[in-house]
T-cell receptor
């Protein structure tokens, strides 16, 4: 186990709804990255937070937003859900935003949009 | 555009043999490359990182090579075991240190 936890484990929403996913980073880590993994694909980078500031964003629309709290836990918010948002959402924590620092992934949240 | 290719077909090998997985990339000049293991319904687990100035890296039964001329990394598991069955992902840093780009992964099945 990595020490990174995510909630909820599974979620079912309907198109147009909004969802909030949560991630608790590993103790001592100040950086959280979020990824979307569609079935049969590799994880796609959504964005990263470092010490409560956004530190890089992938090619996702603005309805994907997030924040990081003083304890370095993080939230991913998705507004106006679309069917294609159905995926496994992964967060990963690391001790710094440097790419060579190991990223420890949580178990993910499986989101289904109907 | 930037592309990472891993063999999408599953690799089936017999226990005890060496498994070799391939990661090819185009339009990248990554400073380093990482390999992860992912089991069904779980998050990826980091295995190895190799830098552009390293030709080879080993960790127990794992070996990774990185050829920046061929734009290819090979991932080897020697003396493979059924417990090695999983999907293996390669990932490159993509311009900014904060962003990893993953391949689609190759599923390895080790049979008795």
């Amino acid at each position: 186990e990595t020490g990174v936890t995510q909630s909820p484990t599974h979620l079912i929403k309907t198109r147009g709804q909004q969802v909030t996913l949560r991630c608790s980073s590993q103790s001592g880590h100040n950086t959280v990255s979020w990824y979307q993994q569609a079935l049969g694909q590799g994880p796609q980078f959504i964005f990263q937070y470092y010490r409560e500031e956004k530190n890089g964003r992938g090619n996702f629309p603005p309805r994907f937003s997030g924040l990081q709290f003083p304890n370095y836990s993080s939230e991913l918010n998705v507004n106006a859900l679309e069917l294609d948002d159905s995926a496994l959402y992964l967060c990963a924590s690391s001790s710094s935003p440097g790419g060579t620092d190991t990223q420890y992934f949580g178990p993910g949240t499986r989101l289904t949009v109907l | 555009s930037q592309k990472i290719e891993q063999n999408s077909e599953a690799l089936n090998i017999q226990e005890g043999k060496t498994a070799t997985l391939t990661c090819n990339y185009t339009n990248y000049s990554p400073a380093y490359l990482q390999w992860y293991r992912q089991d069904p319904g779980r998050g990826p687990v980091f295995l190895l990182l190799i830098r552009e100035n390293e030709k080879e890296k080993r960790k127990e039964r794992l070996k990774v090579t990185f050829d920046t001329t061929l734009k290819q990394s090979l991932f080897h598991i020697t003396a493979s075991q059924p417990a090695d069955s999983a999907t293996y992902l390669c990932a490159l840093e993509a311009g900014t240190a904060s962003k990893l780009t993953f391949g689609t992964g190759t599923r390895l099945q080790v049979t008795l």
